[in-house]
């Protein structure tokens, strides 16, 4: 029987584009790195600057969707709720999911994603602010004919993007109240159920806004095996204002220790870290000179991390899987397959 997921709660149309630094004839010359582009608006300070972008593609963007895609592409069966279309779904996700995968609450917001070879910068506006989240979500369950109580049933739930999107900690909450607080004096039941959590970027929250997320997902860790995911500066801006910690493996030591959370991950662009009950693992990336893309290329590493959670592979197999789809993503612009995937992780 296949495995099953269920992942939320977001949902985006990414722009993909590259600053141009200057223009030779009808060809252009780009930005090659983050620092480059950003020394140049430091020149400009006290003055103004005009930067072109050229547009490369539009794409289904969020971390759900992307994880999503990848996740399908595998294998697994999914189920996704977030923001897709407030009447009807959008095309770019209509491509990827068949209607009976979706339960959408909202519009979709649009990112414009600078692509550089050394990373992206990520400029999105604000989510909707909806006071009450769960009912929007069942509202949007009930027009796509969804149920959300099966969902939750799945060997793999994914709650995502808790920084950009301000309402995700009161779903979260919300979610628990009504479908696991029941579960609460019941012991996990093993790896075999999951939930995992990917944050993204939490640098606009304070010190206690963070604490009450990493609570939550100790609270979600009493009846499911937790799962914290998360790239470095992530770590680095959790450690800081909560620890006032800069080593990421002390970091990850901390946050398993005060929030019981058994299984933590840090990826970088140079090396994966993971913290599996206390016992600490640590493998270096595949790197990629040249880059596709690179937007979507965290959401096709925890693809590959649940992937290879779902199969009950070794921690360290874990991270090799997660490398394989994330470096096989941003060479060729598209998701691995379990097919392809699985050989390789041999």
Request: proline share 4%.
């Amino acid at each position: 029987m296949k495995k099953t997921a269920f992942i939320g709660f977001d949902g985006y149309i990414d722009q993909i584009l590259r600053p141009i630094s200057s223009v030779q004839g009808r060809s252009y010359d780009y930005f090659t790195t983050i620092s480059d582009m950003g020394q140049y608006i430091i020149g400009k300070g006290g003055k103004s600057c005009s930067i072109q972008l050229d547009r490369v593609s539009s794409r289904l963007g969020g971390n759900g969707p992307i994880f999503g895609r990848t996740l399908k592409q595998m294998g697994i069966n999914v189920k996704l709720a977030g923001m897709f279309g407030a009447d009807t779904i959008h095309p770019l996700f209509a491509e990827s999911f068949s209607p009976e995968e979706l339960c959408s609450f909202s519009d979709p917001m649009e990112t414009l994603a600078l692509e550089f070879e050394d990373g992206k910068v990520m400029m999105c506006p604000t989510a909707p602010d909806l006071k009450k989240p769960l009912k929007a979500l069942l509202q949007g369950a009930d027009r796509c004919g969804f149920s959300l109580e099966d969902a939750l049933a799945s060997n793999l739930l994914a709650f995502l993007n808790w920084g950009e999107v301000y309402f995700m900690q009161t779903l979260w909450e919300e979610i628990f109240c009504e479908y696991f607080s029941q579960l609460r004096e019941d012991t996990v039941k093993g790896e075999q159920d999951i939930i995992f959590f990917d944050p993204a970027d939490v640098s606009s929250h304070d010190e206690t806004k963070i604490r009450a997320m990493l609570n939550t997902m100790e609270t979600y860790g009493t009846c499911r095996y937790a799962i914290l995911s998360v790239n470095e500066n992530e770590a680095l801006q959790i450690g800081k204002r909560l620890f006032g910690a800069s080593d990421c493996g002390q970091i990850i030591r901390l946050l398993q220790q005060t929030f019981r959370i058994p299984e933590i991950v840090v990826h970088s662009n140079k090396v994966t870290r993971s913290l599996v009950h206390g016992k600490e693992y640590l493998i270096p990336t595949l790197h990629v000179d040249h880059p596709v893309i690179s937007t979507g290329a965290g959401d096709n590493f925890n693809a590959g991390y649940c992937y290879a959670k779902l199969k009950g592979w070794a921690p360290e197999k874990c991270i090799r899987t997660a490398h394989r789809a994330a470096s096989f993503y941003i060479s060729h612009g598209y998701p691995v397959s379990g097919d392809v995937l699985e050989p390789d992780c041999e």
